[in-house]
Structures are given as structure tokens and as C-alpha cells.
């Protein structure tokens, strides 16, 4: 069985930074491609950045480019979204996810479907 655990969200005003960490217990999530979405109350659930098993290739959503990075340390197996510059409108819970299944193309796979497994969340508030 496989669990992600997200950790790290709170309550920081604008301009802020925070960084989540995604950890896992059972198989690890060091050899598998994984990705971080968010949801905002009313909102649906939304891609904001993917990283290949590796390291070597990253991808990010338009909303957070320049200002969100995603890294893995797979020494400590974790997956991590540094998130500067926060703004209002990045409040919501965050949630990790790993694909377990071959073929990851990390240019197109940014929906729910791409990925198997998925963390709780984390809660993220940012304040104007």
C-alpha cells in the first residue's frame, strides 16, 4: 500500500514563502514521476507543477511560472514545491501525486487521471 503525506501549508501573508514537502511510506515515490495540483474552495482541482523520476525535466502551470519550484531529493524520498512571491489567489489545498504506471510524458500529463496515487492535502492560506 502506498501513501503520500503532504506537509508544510499554513497561513502567510502576500509576498510570503512557503515550501511543501511530499513524503511516502510503502513503495517510494523516488522512482516515479510526480506532480503537485491544488483546489480553491469552489474551484476545481488544478495541475501547478510535475517532475520526472529523475529530476532532470520539470514542468510548471502559466499561474505559478517564475514564482513556485518543484524538486526532488530522492536520497530523502521527497518531493518538494517551493512557493515564493505568494499572492491571495494561491490559497487552496495542495496535493501530491505520483504516477505509477510507465510512459510519463511530462509536456502533456497534468490531469487527475495521469497519476495513481494521491497525498490528503495540505492546506495553503495566503492573506492580503
Not at 510503502?26 to 520526472?52: L, N
Not at 514545491?81 to 491571495?88: D, E, G, I, V
Request: glycine content about 10%; charged content about 20%; overall charge positive.
Amino acid at each position: 500500500q502506498v501513501q503520500l503525506v503532504e506537509s508544510g501549508g499554513g497561513l502567510v501573508q502576500a509576498g510570503g514563502s512557503l515550501r511543501l514537502s511530499c513524503a511516502t511510506s510503502g513503495r517510494t515515490v523516488s522512482s516515479y514521476p510526480t506532480g503537485w495540483f491544488r483546489q480553491a474552495p469552489g474551484k476545481e482541482r488544478e495541475f501547478v507543477a510535475s517532475i520526472t523520476r529523475n529530476g532532470n525535466y520539470i514542468r510548471h502551470a502559466d499561474s505559478v511560472k517564475g514564482r513556485f519550484t518543484i524538486s526532488r531529493d530522492n536520497a530523502k524520498n521527497t518531493v518538494y514545491l517551493q512557493m515564493n512571491s505568494l499572492k491571495p489567489e494561491d490559497t487552496a489545498v495542495y496535493y501530491c501525486a505520483a504516477r505509477f504506471r510507465g510512459g510519463f510524458d511530462i509536456a502533456t500529463m497534468d490531469t487527475l487521471s495521469d497519476y495513481d496515487y494521491w497525498g490528503p492535502g495540505t492546506q495553503v492560506t495566503v492573506s492580503s
